[in-house]
């Protein structure tokens, strides 16, 4: 009888897998690899984590297509030296600094949380994974952007956000 449960199961949870995903193979976590891109007309780099799939080993990182994606920030976030903060954090000098390092500004509890830990500080990694997944990567932020998808997107503007200070 153990048996016929036991075999009952494993037909519940692999056939429901099968039926639901048309898959019966386990999800697997995405493979990274290391990726070291350059920035034009810089002797800099950016280093980042990306997909296996994704080859980025000839992409040059363009900081006027990042300065163009940025556009998608100035809603929230001010990039001139000195402007003020507006629903989220002025991003000027942001490059190099710990996560929520404006004195005057009000930051959610997620990023003060995450500033006492002392672990991030914006460079390319963390720059990268949080603007992949703004909410995945600070949980309990209050940003409402859902992240940029497209590595090369991300790159541009981590290249552009470099130059800002």
């Known amino acids: 009888m153990a048996v ?3 075999n009952l199961i494993a037909v519940v949870v692999f056939g429901g897998r099968y039926y639901l995903t048309g898959n019966i193979e386990t999800p697997h976590k995405e493979q990274q690899q290391l990726v070291e891109v350059e920035i034009e007309d810089s002797n800099q780099t950016i280093a980042i984590a ?3 799939e994704e080859d980025l080993s000839d992409y040059v990182a363009d900081p006027e297509k990042g300065r163009k994606i940025s556009g ?3 809603a929230c976030h001010d990039f001139s030296q000195g402007g ?3 629903t989220g954090p002025s991003l000027w000098g942001v490059y190099g600094q710990k996560i929520a390092h404006h004195t005057d500004y009000s930051y959610s509890s997620a990023f003060e949380a995450e500033k006492e830990k002392g672990e991030i500080f914006w460079d390319d990694t963390h720059l990268n994974e949080y603007l992949l997944k703004p909410k995945k990567y600070i949980k309990g932020t209050k940003m409402a952007f859902p992240g940029i998808r497209d ?9 552009w956000m470099k130059e800002q200070k």
């Open 50 to 52: 990306a997909p296996v």
């Open 72 to 74: 998608k920030c100035k």
């Open 151 to 159: 590595a090369k997107d991300r790159l541009d503007l981590i290249a």
């Open 4 to 6: 016929f449960a036991a």
């Open 84 to 86: 003020k903060h507006k």
